[in-house]
């Protein structure tokens, strides 16, 4: 035809998770998100695309690998926050802001904010559960988010790091708590979901660590998983690409490029191709459809400064292979936060 279009079956997710023995490849048009769901065979795959106004092309971007500015960030200047979408919304909150006092004592927040691409705002949302904290993880499972771990500050000068672990619901803007996470507490972790389940792994817990840990959101309880491939760390990159979890960068007493691809189906790890950049830390790190991003971290000391890197990577597991895209052009900066839309 060329005056109709195709309207596949439309329907909630818990219509969507009643359909019995759903035929691999089968899609739905979600209408709690507004996005088109595919059977993989094991999983539900999410797509949901930019929203196109009048025209099929971002005006914001009239050529590819480029970078646009969109609205600030609408509560403090921070470092070390957590971010996730869920549907076509994304979301930052918690991190350090700051020291205050004689004694520079750290500054921790739990503020919690939605972006809006369609309209690019920022609107302020309930505060997540728990005390202020940096260095925590996020990520989201359908259509709830999940913050948790952490430092925290205990009292007036004592501080300390968590593993308590809560679920937020977009549709009521609240926060539940849910079991606490299934490793020792820490900072500096990092985080992902595949499908229905939810991981964490590495971090800091008064040592590097490497333990691994899988959430069912479903039954909420942690179980302890193959070991991270690589050495001990905290401050590393963590996303998922088409079924499999991705760790790579960080910090174990020295900065690291190796790249590790995580198969829940075998519980295992796999070294893949060293990031492509230098070794850095506290970078930032999200996936776009089939291939991963990395960039904008710590890369050392230079005759006593800090090194900060605008380099901005791409990862193809197809290939295994890094390409160099834009370089990230704002100020240079590391513990950046991002998350990905469409």
Known sequence: STNRGFL????????????????????????????????????????????????????????????SRKADFGGLARRGAVGFSIGNKGYLGTGFTGVVGILNLPVFTNDFWEYDPANNSWTQKASVGGLPREGAVGFSIGNKGYVGTGEVRLSQVEYGKSRDFWEYDPVTNSWTKKADFGGTARQGAVGFSIGKKGYIGTGNDGNPTRDFWEYDSDSDTWTAKAAFGGSPRSAAVGFSIAGKGYIGTGNDGGLKNDFWEYDPGNNSWVQKANFGGPAIDKGSGFSIGGKGYIGAGFAGFTNFLATITPEFWEFNPATNTWQKKADFPSSQRHGTTGFSIG
């Open 8 to 67: 596949m079956p439309r329907m909630t997710t818990a219509q969507r998770d009643s359909i019995v023995s759903p035929a691999v490849g089968l899609q739905i048009f979600n209408l709690d998100d507004h996005c088109t769901d595919l059977y993989d065979g094991t999983n539900w795959i999410k797509t949901c695309g930019l929203k196109v106004v009048g025209t099929a092309t971002d005006p914001s971007h009239p050529a590819t690998n480029s970078w």
